[in-house]
Antibody, heavy 120, light 106 residues
Framework: EVQLVESGGGLVKPGGSLRLSCAAS????????MNWVRQAPGMDLEWVAL??????????DYAAPVKGRFTISRDDSKNTVFLQMNSLKSEDTAVYYC???????????WGQGIQVTVSS | DIQMTQSPSSLSASVGDRVTITCRAS??????LNWYQQKSGKAPELLIY???SLHSGVPSRFSGSGSGTDFTLTISSLQPEDAATYFC?????????FGGGTKVEI
């Protein structure tokens, strides 16, 4: 069974930092493309970042609103993907989901989500 | 960026009805179109990938069709547990973009 478990969320002041983690199990992590997707209260889904598998070069890409502030990374030895979030703004307040996939097969598995609140 | 436009934004239908949701992309791409279901307070779940392929475990009453810029999600016989918001998404190019969602009420 595929499991994605996010951790590291919480309340942070504007300008602060948080590091989200997503622990994966139930599939071959080294072959997986991993994403972060967020959803602000009552709003649409917004893709945040993608890191491809190491086998295809580990290519990384970001949504424009987070480029230069957020960093996605992966540790294949620990089956974990990370999202380092710096210079946080109130508009980053959202539930953040870790997902597998991309390309032809869609975002096929999702974690339960974790709340990030940026407020003074 | 590829913009995804869904319609309608909401609908109300009865159990057993056939329901159709459409998604239009701002530019053409080769079937990298996916549909997700999100129930209240829960994470989204993949229903359809590649425009028409059913994800594992998804009931056969869900189907997808279309190509180019116009895509459709159909629920052939609406069930009470299908009350949810449905999103389309393109995974053809980054930034990966979602439609605005269609809220389905029973």
């Amino acid at each position: 069974e595929v499991q994605l478990v996010e951790s590291g969320g919480g309340l942070v002041k504007p300008g602060g930092s948080l590091r989200l983690s997503c622990a994966a199990s139930g599939f071959i992590f080294t072959n997986a493309w991993m994403n972060w997707v967020r959803q602000a209260p009552g709003m649409d889904l917004e893709w945040v970042a993608l890191i491809k598998s190491t086998a295809v070069g580990g290519t990384i890409d970001y949504a424009a609103p987070v480029k230069g502030r957020f960093t996605i990374s992966r540790d294949d030895s620990k089956n974990t993907v990370f999202l380092q979030m710096n210079s946080l703004k109130s508009e980053d307040t959202a539930v953040y989901y870790c997902t597998t996939g991309g390309g032809t097969f869609g975002l096929d598995y999702w974690g339960q989500g974790i709340q990030v609140t940026v407020s003074s | 960026d590829i913009q995804m436009t869904q319609s309608p934004s909401s609908l109300s239908a009865s159990v057993g009805d056939r329901v159709t949701i459409t998604c239009r992309a701002s530019q053409s791409f080769n079937n990298y179109l996916n549909w997700y279901q999100q129930k209240s307070g829960k994470a989204p779940e993949l229903l359809i990938y590649g425009a028409s392929s059913l994800h594992s475990g998804v009931p056969s009453r869900f189907s997808g069709s279309g190509s180019g810029t116009d895509f459709t999600l159909t629920i052939s016989s609406l069930q009470p547990e299908d009350a949810a918001t449905y999103f389309c998404q393109q995974t053809y190019s980054t930034p990966l973009t979602f439609g605005g969602g269609t809220k389905v009420e029973i």
